[in-house]
């Protein structure tokens, strides 16, 4: 029998990004497509919000990008080791009711969210054609998952060096314009990303669910810091989400919330880099 939230398994997707997936039957059971966890990684540690990427039997996946000292520190744990803290499902599952073609757009590492989406709908009944993108072929991650999961899949690389070249909008107008029409879009990845596809498909008239992940500290509404403003009312990602209707979100405010403190996590991840290699030396 595992521990108590002990990795069971874990897996290097890029250099930067990598996967656990944590024995915690009870989240297991439970989880739905777009919830998520929090987690700590030592007794001492900050929380650290992440959206379930899947579940298998008594096991939860999630996907993370090492950014500052916190995702470090998880990515230091070897497989074997355990977490401090695993707590879920938080937060209100995707809807997907009654949709029966779907467009999943995901941005980067939001195509680890987009996954389970996707899956959830075709499971569901509904054809899917799932958007990943990515910078560049060298990070593309979750390739052969994401193919399982949706009856047509477009990888799109900013530089052109796989699949489309150019921004997943890109190739969700160029699909809708060939006269593809999906009962809802769903969009997962940066907020810049979020904001164009949404722009792009209240034009067309298409209803739009975005994943926001704005900063969160407790996960139960408490502390107001996951706040975002939805049709003109303070929603809490947390509670409240964290879907939400895109054509409703005012991203300008998040996109500028969401920049407060990338500087002092720029520079906790060289603070972090320096220990270690302090470490190495000594």
């Given at each position: 029998?595992?521990?108590?939230?002990?990795?069971?398994r874990?897996?290097?997707?890029?250099?930067?990004?990598?996967?656990i997936?944590?024995?915690?039957?009870?989240?297991?059971?439970?989880?739905?497509?777009?919830?998520?966890?929090?987690?700590?990684?030592?007794?001492?540690?900050?929380?650290?919000?992440?959206?379930?990427?899947?579940?298998?039997?008594d096991?939860?996946?999630?996907?993370?990008?090492?950014?500052g000292?916190?995702?470090?520190?998880?990515?230091?744990?070897?497989?074997?080791?355990?977490?401090?803290?695993?707590?879920?499902?938080?937060?209100?599952?995707?809807?997907?009711?009654?949709?029966?073609?779907?467009?999943?757009?995901?941005?980067?590492?939001?195509?680890?969210?987009?996954?389970?989406?996707?899956?959830?709908?075709?499971?569901?009944?509904?054809e899917?054609?799932l958007?990943?993108?990515?910078?560049?072929?060298?990070?593309?991650?979750?390739?052969?998952?994401?193919?399982?999961?949706?009856?047509?899949?477009?990888?799109?690389t900013?530089?052109?060096?796989?699949?489309?070249?150019?921004?997943?909008?890109?190739?969700?107008?160029?699909?809708?314009?060939?006269g593809?029409?999906?009962?809802r879009?769903?969009?997962?990845?940066?907020?810049v990303?979020?904001?164009?596809v949404?722009?792009?498909?209240?034009?067309?008239?298409?209803?739009?669910?975005?994943?926001?992940?704005?900063?969160?500290i407790?996960?139960?509404?408490?502390?107001?810091?996951?706040?975002?403003?939805?049709?003109?009312q303070?929603?809490?990602?947390?509670?409240?989400?964290?879907?939400?209707?895109?054509h409703?979100?005012?991203?300008d405010?998040?996109?500028?919330?969401a920049?407060t403190?990338?500087?002092?996590?720029?520079?906790?991840?060289?603070?972090?880099?320096?220990?270690?290699?302090?470490?190495?030396?000594?």
């Open positions: 029998m595992a521990e108590k939230y002990q990795i069971v874990k897996k290097v997707l890029t250099p930067d990004i990598s996967s997936s944590v024995y915690a039957p009870l989240i297991a059971k439970k989880a739905r497509a777009g919830q998520f966890i929090i987690l700590r990684a030592t007794d001492d540690g900050e929380r650290i919000p992440l959206t379930v990427s899947s579940t298998q039997g096991l939860v996946t999630v996907v993370y990008q090492k950014v000292d916190s995702t470090m520190t998880l990515d230091e744990i070897p497989e074997g080791g355990c977490l401090s803290a695993f707590v879920g499902p938080l937060g209100e599952p995707t809807p997907i009711e009654g949709v029966k073609r779907a467009a999943v757009v995901g941005g980067g590492l939001g195509c680890a969210i987009a996954l389970p989406v996707a899956k959830a709908l075709h499971d569901a009944g509904a899917v054609d958007i990943g993108g990515f910078r560049t072929k060298d990070i593309v991650i979750l390739e052969d998952e994401m193919r399982s999961a949706c009856d047509n899949l477009y990888i799109c900013d530089d052109g060096s796989y699949g489309y070249n150019g921004f997943t909008t890109g190739k969700l107008e160029e699909l809708l314009a060939a593809e029409s999906y009962d879009v769903y969009a997962i990845g940066p907020l990303m979020m904001k164009f949404c722009k792009l498909t209240e034009k067309y008239g298409i209803p739009t669910i975005v994943s926001m992940n704005p900063i969160m407790d996960g139960t509404g408490m502390c107001g810091c996951c706040r975002v403003t939805v049709d003109g303070v929603k809490f990602a947390c509670v409240d989400g964290p879907d939400f209707d895109g409703k979100i005012d991203f405010e998040t996109i500028a919330r920049a403190y990338r500087e002092f996590e720029q520079r906790r991840r060289a603070d972090h880099r320096c220990r270690l290699e302090g470490m190495d030396n000594g």
